[in-house]
């Protein structure tokens, strides 16, 4: 082992910090996350593999595992169930034959736009516990420092795959409300 | 519901950031601890309630189970399970006699004292991968954010313990430092 410029307490104190924190947070986003999708019927993971497919207009198995941080045979074990249900559908990609792809049906596109809608049907505390963020500097904390040690863990692709699926959001409800703008109802929209 | 003055846009996006930088980040605290605590024949559950006890210098069943973010039941269960193999022991307290409290026996804290000496024969991405913002603002980030969003979640009693624990690693570390520098040999022990 090489020598280390940080002491063992310094380590203990971080690695303190840092476990009870992401814990916590998990936690809580995770509690938030099964009483969202409860009424569906869904799993997390099956949850986040429709999640990750609507916000990557299809993805490879592989990136579903790394994005979605699970085993690339869970990935695909509740990628099949989900096709099962009418879902999700697979295929193959003529530029890359290797790998196996997922998108989701029109059903499993109905079933994100559905569960967006009711986003608000059930409490999110860490949306409510970034408030008070959101309050001093007039938007959502960005939590750049988490995203730096994750960039470091995880490398570039998981931020890409990451910053795509913003990029997503954000057109989506672009559209949306250009939709909305058109038939004229736009102060209901959100 | 009340009015709300964040879009639905500005809650998706923020959702998106915090459940997939949450769930990465756990996920390699996750991987991290259970390669260290591998060796001891302990689940993270077990090794998290032996690690508060010996912050806290012992602790009632419901900080554990507050600070440990499990059930009550999780931590009274596997609290029994370490009393079993002689790490732990129940008491009660004259001055609180409706909660139990946990503490480590002898066997327990010398077990905690050799894992933390051992931290490093295990791999901590969370560590390596925080190192460049070390490099950057000369210490380990301290997620400040993060830490307002838990406040706001778990309210000020577990922000309190988290801070009584860092207490705890500072005196123990300062001791440890005293007691070695006073055996003349400081420039070995960290």
């Known amino acids: 082992m090489s020598e280390r410029d940080y002491t063992l307490k310094e380590a203990m104190m971080f690695s303190q910090r840092i476990g009870q924190l992401s814990k916590a947070l998990w936690k809580a986003v995770e509690k938030d996350w099964q009483l ?3 009424p569906y019927d869904l799993n997390i993971n099956e949850h986040h593999i429709l ?3 609507y916000h990557l207009k299809g993805a490879s198995i592989s990136d579903v595992a790394k994005f979605g941080v699970m085993h690339v045979s869970t990935a695909f074990n509740f990628s099949k169930k989900l096709e099962e249900r009418g879902l999700l559908s697979f295929s193959k990609r003529d530029t890359d034959k290797r790998n196996t792809y997922v998108e989701l049906t029109d059903k ?14 059930t409490p999110h505390t860490v949306i409510d516990g970034s408030l008070p963020l959101r309050e001093l500097y007039g938007k959502f904390p960005e939590f750049m420092d988490v995203m730096a040690v994750i960039r470091n863990i995880y490398g570039n692709d998981f931020m890409e795959i990451f910053e795509a699926s913003f990029k997503n959001i954000e057109s989506k409800f672009s559209e949306e409300n250009h939709i909305l703008e058109s038939k004229g109802k736009t102060e209901n929209a959100l």
């Open 51 to 53: 999640w990750i497919s």
């Open 108 to 121: 499993g596109a109905d079933l994100i736009q559905e569960m967006i809608e009711k986003y608000h049907d």
């Open 36 to 38: 969202w999708i409860k």
